[in-house]
């Protein structure tokens, strides 16, 4: 082969329809006592269930905004301190298991949080154990040591040991409530995650190789969780959940690039999500990366080549009625765009480089 690589994945993974029913056993086999269970609010009554059922959850915060901020992270370690817990819980999408990630990071210190999202002091290093619950067909966070997380307009993508997760459990019946239009936005966001992991400057064989089983479980199965419906699709929900958590790991490791990078300005500027904000260029960088690698990747993925893979992102985009064009976005200031992007660190990641004057060229074609 020819290359050397690194590869660790600590994570311990629970997988399978109904296996939300096992978290009881899964806080055992940790020797968990005491947890805040984190999510938001539609994820409630259901958190309430769950702590009836479960006598290590001691409280349940569910008051995590969509667009995660640094102040429900706050009050979930608030919360997290006043039951004497030793774990917590993160159950939903990104935002949920974000917060519940940061909240976990900053409960056993003493220092300002302000300080901790800033990188002015170093997180606690004895932080209190994580489990996530995912929701979504996307996010990957449950197997990430990374959280995303903002204070008021200011994004952060903090990339941090002390946020990986100690145990995820993926549970493909929870995807089923999400809407389309969302589930179109979180598949984008795995796809994303696959793609920019196998083409980024740190990629390696282990992480290609669930890449490649990604991107052809999306493109299989996305489509047909997004006709589904109330008529649930459960090998296609299962089939996301699955590529979800591969994307996860695929880009765990080698970290996002261009895509990832361009999409903090877009949701800055126009507060979209990031899921849609990550599709918004994808399509694009597949374009502006093609090589052989990537044209290998969609032939083993069941594709002609490069050029399909960006149409398939193209079409589904528009059947799901994202925004592809910055004028359906708002007013746009593409200079400021460009060059927000092109310092951003995980630019750097890219194959190609990109700098202002190419993403302000590249953002030009999508006025």
Not at 69 to 90: C, F, M, Y
Not at 126 to 150: D, F, M
Not at 243 to 255: C, R
Not at 325 to 330: D, Q, T
């Amino acid at each position: 082969m020819g290359n050397d690589f690194f590869y660790a994945q600590p994570v311990k993974t629970w997988f399978g329809e109904s296996c939300l029913d096992r978290l009881g056993e899964v806080l055992a086999a940790f020797q968990i006592e005491r947890a805040v269970l984190v999510c938001g609010r539609h994820f409630a009554a259901a958190a309430a269930a769950l702590q009836e059922k479960l006598p290590a959850v001691k409280a349940v915060f569910s008051a995590v905004e969509p667009d995660p901020q640094l102040s429900g992270a706050v009050r979930a370690a608030e919360l997290a301190r006043e039951t004497g817990a030793d774990t917590i819980i993160g159950i939903g999408g990104g935002s949920a298991l974000d917060t519940a990630k940061f909240a976990a990071a900053i409960a056993p210190g003493d220092a300002e949080p302000l300080a901790y999202y800033r990188g002015e002091v170093p997180f606690p290093t004895n932080p209190l154990k994580i489990v996530c619950v995912p929701t979504t067909a996307g996010t990957g966070s449950e197997v990430t040591q990374v959280s995303v997380i903002s204070n008021g307009n200011e994004k952060r993508t903090i990339n941090n040991p002390v946020f990986m997760p100690k145990a995820a459990v993926v549970d493909p019946l929870l995807s089923f409530s999400v809407p389309a239009g969302t589930a179109v936005c979180t598949g984008l966001d795995a796809l994303a995650h696959a793609l920019e992991g196998y083409w980024s400057k740190n990629h390696q064989p282990i992480s290609d190789l669930m890449a490649v089983e990604a991107v052809r479980l999306i493109t299989q199965n996305l489509e047909k969780v997004r006709l589904a419906g109330p008529n649930a699709d459960l090998p296609a929900h299962s089939a996301m959940a699955y590529a979800a958590l591969l994307g996860g790991l695929s880009f765990a490791l080698p970290k996002t690039a261009a895509c990832h990078a361009c999409s903090y300005p877009i949701c800055e500027a126009f507060h979209i999500s990031h899921g849609e904000a990550c599709a918004f260029t994808l399509d694009s960088f597949v374009r502006i990366n093609a090589d052989e690698r990537l044209e290998e990747l969609c032939r083993r993925a069941g594709l002609s080549g490069t050029e399909e893979l960006a149409a398939w992102i193209a079409n589904i985009k528009k059947k799901a009625g994202l925004r592809t064009r910055l004028s359906e976005l708002g007013e746009a200031d593409i200079p400021a765009l460009a060059a927000a992007a092109a310092v951003h660190p995980l630019m750097q990641n890219n194959p190609v480089p990109m700098d202002a004057a190419a993403l302000e060229k590249m953002f030009e074609t999508l006025r």
